[in-house]
C-alpha cells in the first residue's frame, strides 16, 4: 500500500547533534532506504522540513546536505509559527535551545502535532511535569530522546544481564566525559557551544547528562531510590563563538552515588574537564558474583568467576599480571544500527498507529526529576531522597 508521506517539522537541527545524529544519520538515512517498514510489510515514507532561524545553514542542510545523502532537497523555513498552525506537519521535532523547548512544545501539542525532543525537555521538574500533563490532556503522541538504551554496548549489557551472566549484582561503576578545550588556544578550539557553561543558559553537567544517567540506570538496574551528589565549576573561563571570554557558571563535573530502590549501588563520575584512559568516552562497569562485564558505547568486555586472576598487593616488585589480559570480549552477532536512528524508527512507527512508545515526555520528566534532587544533594551536601518518579520506560 502506498501510504502518504508522514511530514516531520525539525526545529533546531543546525546544531552539531541535531544535524549529525537526528538529520544526516537518522531522517536523511531513513529517506534513503525508503522509510520506515510497518510491521504489517508497508513502508511509512516521511517528508522533513528544516525550521531555525540561520536562512543560510538551513539552505545549506537542505539543499546541499540532502541532495548529497538523499538524491533530493528537502523543504526549509524561518517562519516556526506557520509551521505550528500548517496541519499538514504531523510531528514537530526539537534540538534547539533547552530553556525554549517547553514553550515550543505546549504551543505544538496544543496545535495537535505529535511531539518528538532532545534531552531535557526542560530545566526545572515543575516544567517538565507541565509539559507531561499536556501530552495526557491532549492525547497528542509524544516522546523524547533516549538514545544511550540502543547502544551497542549498552545493548550488550542488557543481554548479559538477561542471560544471567553477573549472578548476582553488586555493583555498578561509570564513567564518563573528556576534555573540552577551553577556545583559548587558537589551534584547539572548544567542541561544545559555550551555552554548555552558562547555567543561566541551561547549561550544566547535572541537567545535561543526570536525565540520560536516570533512564539508562532504570532500564538497565531499576529505579533509583536516592543520591547524593557533588558538583563543580572546574574550569571558570572559556571562549565563546565570537572569540570573546565568558565566565563558566554552570557545573561542568558531577559525581554522584545512586542508591537504587533494590540496594544496589551506583556510582557515576561525569567530566567535560577529565582526559581519557580508558577504553571509550563512556564506560560501565557492572560487577557481580559470577562474572563482571565492562561496556562502552559499541564494545563490552566481560571476565567470569573462572577467568578472574589473583592478584598480591606488593609496590616493591612491578605488577607481574596484566589485568587486560584475562577479559573476553563480546562478539558483534547481530549489525547495530544508529542509536538515534533506531528511536526515530520506534517513535514514527509510534505516530503511524503500529507501535507502543514508552519514552514519552513523562518518562523524560523523572530524567529533570534525578537531576533536579543530584543539585539538592550536591547544594546541601547530603542524601536526596527521589519521589516515586512518574512513569519510567524499562
Not at 74 to 97: G, P
Not at 139 to 167: E, H, S, T, Y
Request: with cysteine; charged share 20%.
Amino acid at each position: 500500500m502506498n501510504l502518504a508521506p508522514m511530514k516531520i517539522a525539525m526545529h533546531g537541527v543546525t546544531g552539531r547533534m541535531g544535524t549529525n545524529q537526528h538529520l544526516i544519520r537518522s531522517i536523511l538515512a531513513i529517506m534513503r532506504q525508503g522509510g520506515v517498514q510497518l510491521s504489517n510489510g508497508d513502508w511509512q515514507p516521511i517528508e522533513p522540513i528544516l525550521v531555525g532561524r540561520n536562512p543560510d545553514k538551513l539552505k545549506h542542510l537542505a539543499e546541499t546536505v540532502a541532495t548529497k545523502e538523499t538524491g533530493q532537497s528537502i523543504a526549509w523555513t524561518t517562519d516556526l509559527d506557520s509551521v505550528l498552525a500548517d496541519d499538514s506537519v504531523e510531528i514537530f521535532f526539537d534540538a534547539a535551545s533547552t530553556q525554549m523547548r517547553p514553550g515550543l512544545l505546549k504551543k505544538a501539542m496544543e496545535n495537535g502535532k505529535s511531539v518528538y525532543c532532545e534531552k531535557p525537555i526542560a530545566t526545572e521538574l515543575y516544567s517538565a511535569m507541565e509539559l507531561a500533563e499536556i501530552a495526557e490532556r491532549t492525547g497528542v503522541k509524544n516522546g523524547a530522546v533516549q538514545d544511550k538504551l540502543w547502544l551497542p554496548g549498552i545493548r550488550k549489557l542488557r543481554m548479559l544481564r538477561d542471560q544471567g551472566f553477573f549472578g548476582d549484582l553488586l555493583s555498578v561503576r561509570a564513567e564518563f566525559g573528556y576534555w573540552v578545550f577551553t577556545g583559548h588556544t587558537a589551534d584547539q578550539p572548544a567542541q561544545r557551544p559555550s551555552w554548555n557553561y552558562r547555567s543561566e543558559d541551561g547549561g550544566g553537567m547535572m541537567i545535561d547528562m543526570f536525565c540520560h544517567w536516570e533512564y539508562l540506570i532504570n532500564d538497565l538496574f531499576g529505579p533509583v531510590d536516592r543520591v547524593l551528589a557533588h558538583a563543580s565549576t572546574e574550569v571558570t573561563e572559556r571562549i565563546d563563538e565570537s572569540g570573546k571570554p565568558y565566565r563558566c557558571t554552570a557545573d561542568d563535573a558531577a559525581y554522584a552515588i545512586f542508591i537504587l530502590e533494590s540496594g544496589l549501588t551506583c556510582q557515576f563520575n561525569s567530566s567535560w574537564t577529565t582526559r581519557v584512559r580508558r577504553d571509550d568516552l563512556l564506560t560501565i562497569q557492572v560487577d557481580g558474583t559470577k562474572g563482571s562485564a565492562v561496556a562502552g558505547l559499541r564494545e563490552c568486555w566481560i571476565q567470569n568467576e573462572a577467568a578472574t586472576p589473583k592478584p598480591t598487593w606488593n609496590p616493591d616488585v612491578p605488577q607481574p599480571i596484566n589485568f587486560y589480559d584475562n577479559w573476553q570480549q563480546v562478539p558483534n552477532n547481530a549489525e547495530y544500527d544508529n542509536a538515534f536512528k533506531i528511536q526515530w524508527e520506534l517513535f514514527i512507527r509510534h505516530c503511524a498507529g503500529d507501535a507502543d512508545f514508552p519514552w514519552s515526555l513523562a518518562s523524560a520528566a523523572a530524567g529533570v526529576r534525578l537531576a533536579e534532587a543530584g543539585a539538592r544533594s550536591a547544594g546541601d551536601q547530603t542524601w536526596v531522597s527521589i519521589e516515586k518518579a512518574v512513569t519510567n520506560a524499562s
